[in-house]
């Protein structure tokens, strides 16, 4: 907690905000600014990585696909950051949110000088009450420096600038066992003490990745939490109002637990 605030990381991945087409799916982003500018009204530090701009841009852009070469998937991010973004700031206008765009690369988070920055910009921005949007800087990120996916993005600022926890939205409740989609028999495990060998190998999965929503990166992403004393939640964006659960108290999805409690400044 800072200043008897929590500070939350909330991390949104393509598939929440675009439909199949890759245009945006409108009604999902409507209801997440809602519920997020409702948790932010309650008092908690609202931080938000989101994905969504070279699926958006290539939709924008009329390709068939996410395209695959690096200075395509630039100029498709280029496209895409600007609409989402564009869609951000008029939705949470509508509930008195200030939002801010934050792009960054590893290299940044890498480099004491320009992490310094960051966080003392997200100190600021928190002190305006404003709502930072992160997301990787895809269209100056080339592959040696770039984060690849936004959970572990999302875990590395949550790291950077302290937060209390790290909420990733997924497609799925959470981690099973077993791939739900292939086996019946699938239980949702709600409690994760130790990410050990035998979660690695159900995240990475020898049902294979495909059903349980891309759960290595996450998984990855609350190992990074985890060693700075951050717990990392997965659960599903759908309904989005599982959001509003949690912040009740609810269990809900899977929760990572940290390796350590977190000594901060108060
Ligand atoms: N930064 C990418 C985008 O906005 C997304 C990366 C990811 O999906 O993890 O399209």
Known sequence: ????????????????????????????????????????????QVVLVSSGA??????????????????????????????????????????????????????????????????????KLFQYNAIPIINENDS?????????????????????????ELVILSDIDGLYTKNPKNCDDACLISIVEDIDESIISIAGGTCGNLGT???ATKVKAAQIAGEAGIDTIVMNSTPITNLYRYMDGENIGTRFKAHSQKKREG
């Not at 605030?5 to 997440?32: D, P, Q, W, Y």
């Open 1 to 44: 907690m800072r200043n008897g605030k929590r500070r939350i990381v909330f991390k949104v991945g393509t598939s929440t905000l675009a439909h199949h087409t890759g245009r945006t799916n409108i009604r999902h982003m409507e209801e997440l600014v809602k519920v997020l500018s409702d948790i932010h009204n309650s008092g908690v």
């Open 54 to 123: 070279i699926g958006m841009g290539a939709a924008k852009l009329g390709l068939q696909a996410k395209p695959v070469d690096t200075p395509s998937r630039q100029a498709a991010a280029s496209v895409g950051q600007c609409e989402l973004m564009f869609l951000y700031d008029k939705m949470f206008s509508d509930y008195g949110q200030i939002v801010a765009q934050m792009l960054i690369t590893k290299a940044d988070l890498e480099n004491d000088t320009r992490r310094s920055n960051f966080t003392n910009a997200f100190e």
């Open 140 to 164: 100056v990120a080339i592959e040696e420096i770039v984060f690849g996916d936004n959970d572990t993005l999302s875990a590395e600022v949550a790291k950077c600038i302290g937060a209390d």
């Open 213 to 215: 929503g891309g759960m």
